[in-house]
C-alpha cells in the first residue's frame, strides 16, 4: 500500500517528472500519428493497386499467351468456380505510345492492357478512377462535375465533350496538315476518312508520321475511302484506349500564385499512335488509337505507364487472332485471365487448385498483392524503419526518465531508509519505483494516445491552420492525388505503441530502483 | 509466521509482567559480545567492542555516553537495522541477527519500534499516513484497503494520544520540531511494538517539550508495559528511566539504577 501511496505521491509532487511525462507523451503521439498516416496512405495504395489489378492473376508464362482462353476459363470455373465471381481475359503487351505536342513528338514506353471493359468492370473497381465519371477539383473548387455517371456503362464510347473535342482537334489538323503541303514539304493524299488500325481520319497519315511509310496505312485504303466517304469523318478510331493521367500530363508551377498545377497535353477525343515491341510470335505492331478517357488512380506506377485498350483491337494488331477478320476475342489468344474471388481469404485455396489442374509450366498464378510484392514490401519496409527511428524517441524519453529517477531515489535515500528501518522489503522499495516509472508510463502514454488520436482526426485542420500560416501548401493534391490526408487508425498499433513506452518507462525505472532497494539503511538514515 | 506468534504470546507476557517492574523479569532482548567496526578505505574505526546488555520484558531503560560513543550504532544492531561484526543479537533468547533478510524485515516491522534521533518522517505523506506507514508496510494493499477504517481509527487514536490531532492533516514541513518528534513516536506505536527503540527522542527539544515527550514514554512503559530502550546523553532525562548504563569505549561501562 505505501508503494502506491508513495508512488502516487511523487508524481503528483516531482514536477520534474512532468519532463517526462511529457516526453513520452509526445513520443507515442507521434508514432500514433505517423502510423495512422502511413497506415492510410498504404491501405489506400493498396485499394489503387488492386483497383486496377484484380484479385489474382493467371498469366501465361509465355508472351504469345494462350488462343484457347475459353477453356480455360471453364477449367479454371470446374476447379474453383465456387469461389470465383468473375474471370476476364487481357493481354498485356509492352510498347511506345506517341502524340504530337507543340515543340515535337512526344513518345513514351507503356504497358498495353487489352481489355475487355465488361468482364474488367467487374474483376476490378476500375471505373472510379476514369476522369470522365470524377469531379474535377482545384484549391477545393469545383472546376468541372462529373461528365459521366459514375454507374454508367463501362465500354469504348466517347463523351460529348470529347466527341466536340475530338471535332475541333481534327480540324485544327487537317488545316495543320494542308499548311504543310502548301510548304511543299511532303506531298501526301488528302485526308482519308475511315480506316482499320491505321489510316483513314487518322490525322497522322497527314501529318509527318512515323507510321505513314507503312504500305498498309495509306496505300492498302485508298480503295475504302469512297465507301468511308459517307460515314461520319470525325468518328473515332474502333480502337480506343483509356490512357493513364501521368503518361499525358505534367505538373508546373503557376508563376502568379506559386500553386502546382498540372498540364494536360491531350484531351480525350484525340488520337495516339503505338508500337509495340517484339516478343514471342507476333511482330511488333503499330496501330494508332483515340484516347477514349482518361484514368487517374493515384498510383503513380499505373497512371504513367498503363494504358487501356481494347482486348480484340490490341489482338488484331498483334496478329493474336485465328481468323484475322472476325474482331472477337475468343477467336484469338490472350495472356493471363483475371480473377474476382468471392471472398479474398481464399486466395491462396484458389491458388494451390489452379496451380494444381492448370498445365504444369505454362502458367503462373499470382494474387495481386503477390504481383505488388516488391512494391507492398518496400512499403511495409519503410514503416518499420520509421516505427524503429520513432521509437527511439520514445526510448530517449527512458533515458530521461532514467536520470531523473536516479536523482530521485538519491534525493529519497533517507526516506528509504526509513521505510527500511520501519520493515519494507528491498522489493518493496524497490516496486515504489517500478509503480512510479509504470505511473509515469501509463500517464505519458494514455494523454500521448489522446493527443495522438486527436491530431489524426483533424489533421486535415490542422494542415490547412498550418498551410495558412506558412501561405504554403503542406499537403498538396496535385503530388499525392488526395483532396485529404488520408488516415487509418489501427486499435492494435495504438495498444502496442502504449504498451511499448510503458515498457520502456518501467525498463527506465529499473535500475534506479534496483539502487533504490540496495541501499543500506543505516547508511541511508545517516544521510542528511 | 514467527513474527505473528511472537506478537500473540509476546502480548500475554507483558501484561503479566506489567505491574511487577522490579522483580527479575525475564530477558526480552540481549545483545551478547558484540563488536562493531566501520570501515573507512583500509582503516578500520571500531565502535563497540564486546557490548553485552540485557532488557528485560518491560523494563525502561537509558543508554548514556559521549557523543560517537557508538549509542546509535548500539540501537540499530538491537533493531536490526545493521549486522554486528561478532557477536549475537538475542530476542528472548532466540538469536535473530542471523535471520534471514524478509524475516527481520517483518520482525523489524512488529516487534520493533523505532524513534529516530531526527524524527524521519516523509516529508510527501501527511502527519496521519506518517503514522499509518508502519501498518501500510505491514499488510498487502488489499488487505489494508479492506481494513482502512480500522488502521485509520488505529492511528488517530495513538495521534490523539500524543496530543496531535489537529495537526492530523498537516505535512511534516508544516509540523515543529516536538509535534515532529511525537508524530514519530506515534508512528512507532501504531503497530503495537514490543520494544521500543528511542534515539535520542528529546535531542533537538526544549526542556519543556522534551520533558513532555519523556511523560508519554514513562507513561507507555508504565501503562502498557513496553520496552523501552532510550538513548540520551543528557543525564537529567536518564533519570527518568528505570536503568542507565553508560556507553564509553566501546563498551557498557557502568550500570546504576535509576534514582
Ligand atoms: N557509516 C559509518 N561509517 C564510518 N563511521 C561511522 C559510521 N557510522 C558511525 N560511524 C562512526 O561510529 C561512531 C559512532 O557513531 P554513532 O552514530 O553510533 O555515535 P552516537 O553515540 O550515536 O553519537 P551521537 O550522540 O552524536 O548521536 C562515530 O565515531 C562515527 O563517526
Ligand atoms: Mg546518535
Not at chain 1, 481464399?346 to 494444381?356: F, H, N, R, S, Y
Not at chain 2, 506489567?18 to 545483545?31: E, L, R, S, Y
Not at chain 2, 511523560?215 to 508495559?225: I, M, S
Not at chain 2, 536518564?238 to 564509553?248: C, F
Request: net charge negative; charged share 25%; aromatic share 6%.
Amino acid at each position: 500500500m505505501y508503494k502506491l501511496l508513495l508512488s502516487g505521491r511523487y508524481l503528483r509532487t516531482r514536477f520534474i517528472a512532468l519532463a517526462s511525462i511529457v516526453s513520452v507523451m509526445l513520443g507515442v503521439a507521434t508514432m500514433i500519428v505517423v502510423n495512422s498516416v502511413m497506415a492510410g496512405f498504404s491501405g489506400e495504395m493498396k485499394v489503387r493497386l488492386h483497383g486496377i489489378l484484380a484479385d489474382m492473376m493467371v498469366e501465361s508464362v509465355s508472351s504469345d499467351g494462350f488462343d484457347d482462353s475459353e477453356s480455360v476459363i471453364q477449367a479454371i470455373n470446374q476447379v474453383a468456380g465456387d469461389h470465383i465471381e468473375a474471370i476476364t481475359p487481357v493481354i498485356e503487351v509492352y510498347g511506345m505510345m506517341s502524340f504530337d505536342w507543340p515543340g515535337g513528338t512526344i513518345t513514351q514506353p507503356v504497358t498495353l492492357v487489352g481489355i475487355d471493359p465488361q468482364g474488367k468492370d467487374m474483376v476490378s473497381a476500375i471505373r472510379q478512377y476514369m476522369m470522365s465519371r470524377q469531379e474535377i477539383r482545384e484549391d477545393g473548387r469545383l472546376v468541372r462535375a462529373p461528365l459521366r455517371q459514375l454507374d454508367a456503362p463501362f465500354d469504348w464510347e466517347l463523351t460529348d465533350e470529347a466527341m466536340q473535342h475530338r471535332r475541333e482537334w481534327l480540324q485544327w489538323e487537317r488545316i495543320r496538315a494542308r499548311a504543310e503541303q502548301h510548304q511543299g514539304a511532303v506531298m501526301y493524299p488528302e485526308p482519308s476518312v475511315e480506316g482499320e488500325s491505321l489510316g483513314g481520319g487518322d490525322p497522322f497519315a497527314n501529318a509527318t508520321n512515323p507510321f505513314d511509310d507503312d504500305p498498309l496505312a495509306v496505300d492498302d485504303e485508298q480503295p475504302d475511302e469512297q465507301i468511308a466517304d459517307t460515314r461520319d469523318p470525325d468518328a473515332p478510331l474502333s480502337a480506343r484506349v483509356f490512357i493513364g493521367v501521368g503518361l499525358i500530363s505534367y505538373p508546373y508551377v503557376e508563376s502568379e500564385t506559386g500553386k502546382t498545377r498540372t498540364m494536360m497535353m491531350l484531351e480525350p477525343g484525340e488520337d495516339v499512335r503505338f508500337t509495340t515491341v517484339t516478343t514471342g510470335t507476333p511482330d511488333a505492331a503499330r496501330f494508332a488509337a483515340t484516347v477514349a478517357d482518361v484514368f487517374k488512380s493515384g498510383m503513380s506506377e499505373y497512371d504513367s505507364t498503363l494504358v487501356f485498350c481494347n482486348l480484340e483491337e490490341l489482338q488484331l494488331a498483334r496478329k493474336m487472332l485465328s481468323p484475322l477478320d472476325e474482331k472477337d476475342w475468343r477467336n484469338g489468344s490472350v495472356t493471363s485471365l483475371q480473377i474476382k474471388l468471392k471472398d479474398y481469404d481464399d486466395a491462396g485455396i484458389v491458388a494451390q487448385k489452379l496451380l494444381a489442374s492448370l498445365p504444369a509450366g505454362e502458367f503462373q498464378v499470382r494474387t495481386w498483392e503477390q504481383k505488388q510484392g516488391p512494391l507492398l514490401q518496400a512499403v511495409e519496409v519503410e514503416a518499420a524503419i520509421l516505427n524503429v527511428l520513432l521509437f527511439l524517441i520514445i526510448a530517449v524519453a527512458g533515458f530521461g526518465i532514467l536520470a531523473i529517477f536516479y536523482m530521485i531515489v538519491v534525493e529519497k535515500t533517507r526516506d528509504i531508509g526509513i521505510l527500511k528501518a520501519l520493515g519494507a522489503s528491498s522489493g518493496g522499495v524497490m516496486s515504489i519505483f517500478l509503480a512510479y516509472g509504470l505511473g509515469l508510463g501509463v500517464v505519458g502514454s494514455g494523454v500521448g494516445v489522446g493527443l495522438g488520436l486527436l491530431f489524426v482526426k483533424y489533421i486535415n485542420e490542422i494542415e490547412d491552420g498550418v498551410s495558412w500560416l506558412t501561405g504554403r501548401k503542406v499537403f498538396d493534391e496535385t503530388i499525392y492525388y488526395f483532396h485529404e490526408i488520408p488516415t487509418s487508425v489501427h486499435p492494435a498499433m495504438v495498444v502496442w505503441v502504449a504498451i511499448g513506452a510503458m515498457a520502456i518507462a518501467v525498463l527506465a525505472s529499473v535500475l534506479p530502483a534496483r539502487r533504490a532497494s540496495q541501499l543500506d539503511p543505516v547508511q541511508a538514515l545517516r544521510y542528511e | 509466521m514467527a513474527a505473528a506468534t511472537m506478537t500473540a504470546d509476546d502480548s500475554q507476557v507483558t501484561s503479566r509482567t506489567v505491574p511487577i517492574a522490579k522483580q527479575p523479569a525475564p530477558t526480552h532482548v540481549a545483545a551478547v559480545a558484540i563488536d562493531k567496526a566501520y570501515r573507512k578505505g583500509d582503516m578500520k574505526v571500531p565502535v563497540l567492542r564486546g557490548v553485552d546488555l540485557c532488557v528485560s520484558h518491560g523494563e525502561f531503560l537509558a543508554i548514556v555516553g559521549q557523543s560517537g560513543c557508538g549509542k546509535s550504532t548500539l540501537l540499530h544492531l538491537l533493531g536490526l537495522l545493521d549486522g554486528p561484526d561478532v557477536g549475537e543479537v538475542r530476542l528472548k533468547g532466540k538469536r535473530i541477527d542471523d535471520l534471514p533478510t524478509s524475516t527481520r524485515d517483518e520482525l523489524r516491522n512488529r516487534v520493533f519500534g523505532f524513534v529516530f534521533q531526527f524524527y524521519h518522517l516523509l516529508p510527501e505523506l501527511t502527519l496521519l499516513e506518517n503514522v499509518m506507514t508502519p501498518m501500510m508496510i505491514r499488510h498487502s494493499a488489499w488487505e489494508f484497503w479492506k481494513r482502512r477504517t480500522e488502521f485509520k481509527e488505529q492511528a488517530e487514536e495513538i495521534v490523539r494520544k500524543v496530543g496531535l490531532e489537529h495537526r492530523r492533516r498537516h505535512k511534516p514541513s508544516e509540523l515543529s520540531g516536538g509535534e515532529m518528534q511525537r508524530a514519530a513516536i506515534a508512528r512507532s506505536l501504531v503497530g503495537k511494538p514490543q520494544i521500543l527503540l528511542a534515539d535520542e527522542p528529546t535531542g533537538n527539544l526544549d526542556a519543556s517539550t522534551g520533558g513532555e515527550i519523556m511523560d508519554v514514554l514513562a507513561r507507555l512503559n508504565a501503562d502498557e508495559g513496553l520496552t523501552i530502550i532510550m538513548v540520551t546523553h543528557d543525564d537529567r532525562l536518564a533519570h527518568e528511566a528505570s536503568r542507565i548504563v553508560r556507553l564509553s569505549e566501546g563498551r557498557i561501562q557502568r550500570l546504576e539504577d535509576a534514582a
